[in-house]
């Protein structure tokens, strides 16, 4: 493998591995770097999954040392996630690659509309929800949210983040923590999906994955020691930049395509 392809992944990882700890949409990025080094989207799909793998396993071990975690309530939603995202897998891996596309863009738009209800309360603890228990709806959507990750992943972390705040009543700090998790819990099963559909290329998803563990490891210690405030700032920079590429205002892949050809 050349050393610039190398360095790509890596670096890329890094990026990637630092916003999707603290946020969520970074995997657009390794999907454009995939896809420029000549996979199939969902062959890109299946193959950053290796690297979401290691990222998680990382910034999970951060929070967990520092007691960010709840793990009875994060047991409970995993079940379902799960489930969802088995299904998820199944379904991409049948689906036509035009298909995919044009799915792609319509998850993309609809995430950045997400992101427009209530930003305010992602920032706040619920005292009154924390000590209520989860309403059975809840599991329905997160089944739906785990087909959602197990389809594409892209912007995950936003769905769980507003579910785990809005619904469950954890400030940001504490659903990031979780969130994390709950990626690291449901993460091996689509991945196992992908493998056995050869939808993996092992050599550039475990080199991704080395700048996806750095950055993690960057990330989880930035938000344990600045909490809410450098997540919020993450998930800002992330907002516009996804407005920018649905925009057109720029192009993620051919930008991407642009620095790697230099």
């Known amino acids: 493998m050349e050393i610039h392809v190398v360095i790509a992944l890596i670096c890329s990882g ?22 420029w080094l000549g996979l199939p989207l969902s062959v890109a799909n299946g193959t950053n999954r290796v690297a979401v793998l290691f990222q998680t396993l990382t910034s999970v071990s951060s ?46 738009a609809s995430m950045v509309i997400f992101m427009f209800i209530k930003p305010s309360l992602w920032l706040k603890e619920n005292a009154e929800l924390l000590k209520k228990p989860i309403k059975k709806w809840y599991y329905l959507l997160f089944f739906l949210i785990g087909i959602y990750g197990g389809f594409i992943h892209v912007g995950l972390g936003y769905y769980l983040l507003a579910v785990i705040v809005l619904g469950l009543g954890h400030d940001l700090l504490h659903a990031n923590a979780m969130k994390n998790l ?12 992908f493998i056995a559909n050869d939808q993996v290329v092992w050599k550039y998803g475990l080199i991704h994955a080395i700048g996806n563990v750095i950055g993690a490891f960057i990330a989880s210690r930035l938000a344990i020691k600045n909490g809410n405030k450098i997540i919020r700032i993450v998930m800002i920079f992330v907002f516009l930049f996804l407005i920018a590429d649905l925009t057109n205002l720029i192009n993620v892949k051919n930008f991407i395509s642009f620095l790697l050809n230099k």
């Open 14 to 35: 890094l990026f990637v591995g630092f916003i999707n700890t603290l946020s969520g949409g970074a995997t657009i990025i390794s999907l454009s770097v995939l896809s």
């Open 63 to 108: 929070f967990q040392n520092n007691k960010l975690i709840d793990w009875k309530k994060s047991i409970k939603i995993a079940i379902p996630l799960v489930i969802g995202s088995i299904v998820g897998s199944f379904i991409v891996i049948k689906i036509n690659e035009e298909i995919f596309r044009y799915c792609f863009i319509v998850i993309m």
């Open 182 to 193: 709950l990626v690291l819990l449901y993460i091996p099963f689509s991945l196992i999906v």
